[in-house]
């Protein structure tokens, strides 16, 4: 049975995901090698405890567990059931941490990459007895987001799916099972595709961002939120998503590269929220506001969807 979990790597994910991992009565030890990304993540752990706590989000009765921070990645996966590789996107990155703990650790130790997207089997190259190693996909927030995917490589063990997915169940959440490693999972795939067709409309002029965002929001997400996309066929009907797709699959965008509007402004140094410009412009009392007005509406729109409110 999984009790101890570490984190290796904070980033934006990794607060959240101790948060929510601790509140399901499991012990956490999170490491990053970056102090200050230690220091952050202290502050968002309250944060999202706080998030938790408006969810309603309990404690098991056994109790809540815990998270500590370290900067030390032999003390972190010491006595770790389950590491969680939360590092940027990036095979060489990874493959640096799975050398580094492949001594460190029992070979029975189950090593799962929180990876967005990169397949599991080429992650499983760089690590001894990869039949341990599993996709573990969570969303961002994963605080409040409940789903999380699961992705076999190659080579990992069927009893290693079945601990995550039994685990992520065990402490209320949702576990998908991705039944092939495809790049991008399913979740990835689904939103880059709709992202793909977005910024072609913007960028060809066919509708300014704002305008696009609110509808998709109030549109196919309004819909989304409640009726999944298989769903949505049925009740749309297969007959007329049949004559739709017949005309209108032919226009929409295929493009394979990255979107000049994407390259210009991320050329110019422009990555969104986290530079104070992207597709939109922040100022840092705006994005404070908006990540605190997004969390509460998130948190409403959970509480719908279970029915709680």
Not at 50 to 62: C, F, I, K, Q
Not at 73 to 78: M, Y
Not at 91 to 118: F, N
Request: charged letters at 20%; glycine letters at 8%; aromatic letters at 4%.
């Amino acid at each position: 049975m999984i009790q101890r979990i570490a984190i290796i790597g904070l980033g934006t994910m990794g607060p959240g995901m101790a948060a929510r991992l601790a509140r399901g009565g499991l012990h956490v030890t999170a490491y990053d090698v970056a102090p200050a990304a230690i220091e952050r993540a202290r502050s968002m752990l309250g944060v999202a405890e706080t998030v938790l706590d408006s969810l309603g989000v309990a404690a098991p009765s056994a109790g809540a567990g815990s998270v500590r921070f370290t900067d030390d990645i032999g003390d972190a996966v010491a006595g770790a059931d389950l590491v969680i590789e939360n590092v940027p996107e990036n095979i060489s990155i990874k493959a640096e941490v799975y050398r580094a703990i492949d001594g460190l650790i029992p070979s029975d130790t189950i090593v799962a990459s929180d990876t967005s997207g990169i397949p599991i089997t080429k992650l499983q190259a760089h690590i001894s007895h990869p039949e341990r190693m599993v996709g573990m996909h969570w969303s961002n927030p994963p605080h409040i987001i409940p789903m999380i995917e699961v992705i076999a490589g190659e080579k990992t063990a069927p009893q290693t799916v079945a601990t995550i997915r039994d685990l992520i169940r065990s402490i209320g959440l949702l576990p998908v099972v991705v039944k092939k490693d495809v790049p991008g999972f399913v979740e990835n795939r689904v939103l880059y595709a709709l992202l793909r067709e977005a910024v072609d409309l913007v960028e060809r002029g066919v509708i300014e961002p704002e305008d696009l965002d609110t509808c998709v929001s109030w549109g196919i997400g309004y819909k989304i939120a409640v009726i999944g996309p298989m769903a949505l066929l049925d009740m749309a009907g297969l007959d007329i998503y049949k004559s739709v797709s017949s005309f209108l699959n032919a226009d929409l965008s295929n493009r394979d590269d990255v979107a000049p509007m994407v390259l210009e402004r991320t050329n110019a140094s422009k990555f969104g929220i986290k530079s104070g410009e992207g597709m939109f412009s922040y100022t840092p009392e705006q994005t404070k506001t908006l990540q605190a007005d997004r969390a509460r509406k998130l948190v409403a729109v959970r509480r719908i969807l279970e029915g709680r409110e």
